[in-house]
């Protein structure tokens, strides 16, 4: 495992992630743009969103139950899916959530601020 501080949030991820740059932040949590090392070619960029404090209370593990569903169910070009969730290493540690999706290049804000 690594450890990066990103935004004021602590990444602990495996060797094969590499963080390049922050994506953003909100009230769910932190998302990095990162270099998965394990993958060949221009497919080697994702995006890691760490869910902080997602069983704190039943309504933050509910909500997060829900987007995790949807994005895993949901087959569309135009809705990021899941690659893969990382496990914890134990579930003394199981207090945050790190989910890998396909990384989108366009900041959909920039495009409504441009219109």
Do not use: C, W
């Amino acid at each position: 495992m690594k450890a990066y501080k990103v935004l004021g949030s602590r990444f602990e991820l495996p060797e094969t992630y590499e963080i390049i740059d922050p994506v953003g932040s909100g009230a769910y949590g932190v998302v990095v743009a990162a270099k998965d090392t394990l993958e060949e070619g221009e497919n080697n960029m994702v995006a890691i969103k760490k869910i902080e404090k997602a069983f704190e209370h039943k309504v933050f593990a509910l909500r997060t139950l829900r987007e995790l569903k949807i994005m895993r169910l949901m087959d569309h070009e135009n809705v990021l899916s899941i690659k893969t969730i990382l496990k914890p290493e134990g579930p003394e540690s199981f207090d945050q959530i790190y989910v890998v999706s396909e990384l989108m290049e366009t900041d959909l804000s920039q495009i409504v601020k441009s219109n």
